[in-house]
C-alpha cells in the first residue's frame, strides 16, 4: 500500500478554495472510485467531491466548516500497489462502502482531481510564504490578483502585511476581508474600550445569539457585497396594465395544456428587448476597461431554497418559446431546492430575472447578480386604479422594477429600455409575436 494526498481540484474556473459542508467518509473506511468523499461549497455550488481511487482513508486534512485552498490536501488515501490485493479494510473503523440512495444524490462531478491508479500532483510548496508572513513571489512582489489587489486598496488593507493561504502562498479575498475584519475590530475594541471608560454599559454575550456564516449563506453574502461595493447601481420603475399579459398567459396555457406563468412571458420578452437594447445583457470589466456585450441572452432565475437565494440559468432565452421556459425554469428551481443542481447550471449567466411577486411585494430594488449589468424584478400582479381612455378604472396591474450599471446604461437608456419592455407586455399584437 501506498499512501497519496488528493489535493482539492479546481472545481470550477478560476476557483480559489472551497468550503467543506460535510464529510461522507471516515478515517479507516474503505472508498471505491468515484465514491463520494465530501460535500464543498465552492462560489457557485454546492458540489460533491468524487476519489480519484480505490483505497482505504488514511486522514481527511480537514474539519467540516473550514476552508481549503484549491492545491492543498483534502484526503490522504492507502492505495494498492501495482499487483498487491486491494485492502478490504476489515478492522475497528473500517465500514462497508453503500452506494448512495439514487434519489438523494446531488451531481457528482467525475473527472475532477487525478485518473484511477495515477499519481497525485505535487503538492505547490516552492513559493509558500513563511509561517505568519506575507506572500510574496520572487523579486519581492506581493502574490495577489488584480480583484484582489483592488479589493484591497477600497478595504485600506496593505497586501505587505497580509499573510496569504491561497496555491503559491498567493493572497485570496478571505485573506483580505480577514485582514480588513481585524483592523475593524481593532478599531471597534479601542472604540469600546473608550465607550466603558466613559461610563457605558457593555452588552452582555449571554443577551447574543451567534450564528455562524457558513456554506451557502456565506457564498451568497461575499457575493452580493462585491456586487454593491464595485457596482453603481441605479434602479428605475415602470407600473403597467397586464390585462393583455394576463389574457395571453390563459392562451398560451390553453393552447399547451401546461401551466403558465407570467415569469416566462417576461422572460422572453425580455430577450427581444435586450436585442434592441444589448447593454442591457452585458457586463463591465473594469480590470480590462471594456464592456462586454453578450450574443447570446442567458437569463439567470432568482430562486428561493431552504439553503437561500440560488439563480440558476435558463440559457439562450431568445432563442426557444414560452412553454419551453418554463419548463426549463420549473426543472431548475426543482433541482436547486432539492439541493441538486449542477454547477454549470448556475453559471454563464448574462441578465437576471427576479419575481418578488411571489411573496406579494409590489416592487423591490434588487442587487445585480455580478458581473452582469442588470436584474429584473417582477412585482405581484393585483387589481388597482388605473387610468384608462380618462377613466379611472379597476386593472391588474404590476410594477417592473430594473437595477442597472450605471457605467453600462444612462438613466435615459435604461428607461427607454424598460418602457420598450412594459409596451410590449401591455401589447397584445407583440405578446402574439413570441413564439409559444
Not at 434519489?103 to 485518473?115: M, N
Not at 433541482?335 to 441578465?351: F, Q
Request: hydrophobic share 45%; proline share 7%.
Amino acid at each position: 500500500m501506498s499512501v497519496r494526498a488528493f489535493l482539492l481540484p479546481d472545481l470550477g474556473e478560476g476557483l480559489e478554495d472551497a468550503e467543506i459542508v460535510t464529510w461522507r467518509v471516515a478515517e479507516g473506511e474503505r472508498v471505491e472510485l468515484n465514491q463520494t468523499l465530501v460535500e464543498v461549497n465552492t462560489a457557485k455550488a454546492l458540489v460533491e467531491v468524487p476519489s480519484p481511487w480505490t483505497g482505504v482513508v488514511r486522514t481527511l486534512h480537514a474539519t467540516e466548516g473550514e476552508v481549503v485552498a484549491v492545491g492543498k490536501p483534502l484526503v490522504s488515501i492507502d492505495v494498492p500497489e501495482a499487483g498487491e490485493p486491494a485492502d478490504t479494510g476489515a478492522g475497528p473503523r473500517a465500514v462497508a462502502a453503500a452506494e448512495p440512495d439514487a434519489g438523494d444524490r446531488r451531481p457528482t462531478l467525475v473527472g475532477y482531481g487525478a485518473e484511477p491508479d495515477a499519481p497525485a500532483p505535487a503538492a505547490r510548496t516552492a513559493q509558500a510564504p513563511a509561517a505568519g508572513g506575507p506572500a510574496r513571489r520572487e523579486g519581492g512582489a506581493v502574490a495577489a490578483t488584480p480583484p484582489v489587489r483592488k479589493l484591497a486598496r477600497e478595504m485600506g488593507v496593505d497586501l505587505s502585511g497580509v499573510s496569504g493561504t491561497g496555491p503559491d502562498g498567493r493572497i485570496t479575498r478571505e485573506d483580505v476581508l480577514a485582514a480588513g475584519s481585524d483592523a475593524g475590530a481593532a478599531k471597534a475594541s479601542t472604540t469600546r474600550t473608550a465607550a466603558d471608560g466613559a461610563g457605558a454599559a457593555a452588552v452582555s454575550p449571554d443577551d447574543v445569539d451567534v450564528i455562524p456564516v457558513r456554506g451557502t449563506r456565506r457564498m451568497i453574502a461575499e457575493h452580493l457585497s462585491r456586487s454593491v461595493r464595485e457596482i453603481p447601481h441605479v434602479t428605475t420603475f415602470l407600473t403597467l396594465d397586464a390585462s393583455w399579459l394576463q389574457a395571453f398567459r390563459k392562451e398560451v396555457e390553453d393552447a399547451s395544456g401546461r401551466r403558465v406563468s407570467p415569469l416566462p412571458i417576461v422572460v422572453r420578452a425580455l430577450a427581444e428587448v435586450c436585442r434592441q437594447f444589448p447593454a442591457l445583457n452585458a457586463s463591465f470589466d473594469a480590470e480590462r476597461s471594456e464592456i462586454r456585450l453578450h450574443r447570446g441572452c442567458h437569463v439567470g432565475i432568482a430562486t428561493d431554497t431552504d439553503d437561500g437565494l440560488i439563480v440558476p440559468v435558463v440559457r439562450d432565452v431568445g432563442a426557444i418559446g414560452i412553454v419551453e421556459i418554463a419548463e426549463r425554469i420549473a426543472q431548475l428551481a426543482e433541482a436547486a431546492r432539492a439541493g441538486r443542481i449542477a454547477p454549470a447550471d448556475l453559471s454563464g449567466g448574462t441578465i437576471t430575472v427576479t419575481n418578488v411577486g411571489t411573496f406579494g411585494a409590489e416592487f423591490g430594488t434588487p442587487i445585480i447578480n455580478h458581473p452582469q449589468g442588470a436584474i429584473l424584478a417582477l412585482g405581484v400582479i393585483e387589481p388597482r386604479a388605473l387610468v384608462v381612455g380618462g377613466q379611472v378604472v379597476p386593472r391588474p396591474a404590476a410594477t417592473l422594477s430594473l437595477a442597472f450599471d450605471h457605467r453600462l446604461l444612462d438613466g435615459a437608456q435604461a428607461g427607454r429600455a424598460l418602457k420598450a419592455l412594459g409596451d410590449f407586455l401591455e401589447s397584445p399584437f407583440k405578446l402574439g409575436s413570441l413564439p409559444r
